[in-house]
């Protein structure tokens, strides 16, 4: 055998891509509660995490948060992002390794609702969590705009000083809607 051959023996079938070593990671299972998982992540980063037992409306919602949610921007609500207090949106997903959420952007879901108010508040159904980021990734296949949220926005731009707060809300509080 040539070395020719035997290096395109190596490669496999014509049209297969090789896989390069060191590209796929070996993932551990998360054992136990992923939404428990997901609240230990996002408190690591400086979130709040929320659990309901039904559906929420806003008296609910401000009685477990504690915020006054009268002049509240976000998904099916009027109002100016500019000056609300606190955006709601919904997530699509809640990502437990990572503690992040999917936000997609859509009819009746605007995206300055987690961009503009200092406070975002996050609104993911029970049952729409999965345990890691690659099981994430199809709803990023949905057509739809979308953005992964990892706990409140920071930087340390700035003499390496952490900041929460300059670039989006300074405040991330993800509410786990049950039932």
Known sequence: MSDRDTILSRLGPPGAVPEAPGTRAEVPAIEGDLWAHFA???EALGGVFFRSSGPLDDAALSALTGLDLGEA????R??????APVGITWADLAIAETGSV???????????????????????????IVAHLEEAMPAYASGRTSVLVT?????ADIEGVLVRGVHGPGELIVV????
Do not use: I, K, M
């Open 102 to 128: 999917v936000l997609s952007t859509g009819p009746d879901r605007p995206r300055l609702a987690s961009l503009t108010p200092p406070t975002h508040v996050v609104l993911v159904r029970e049952e729409a």
């Open 40 to 42: 230990e992540r996002l």
């Open 176 to 179: 786990c809607v049950g039932g």
């Open 78 to 83: 009027p109002g100016d992002p500019w000056t």
């Open 151 to 155: 706990g409140p926005s920071r930087t």
């Open 73 to 76: 921007y976000g998904d099916g």
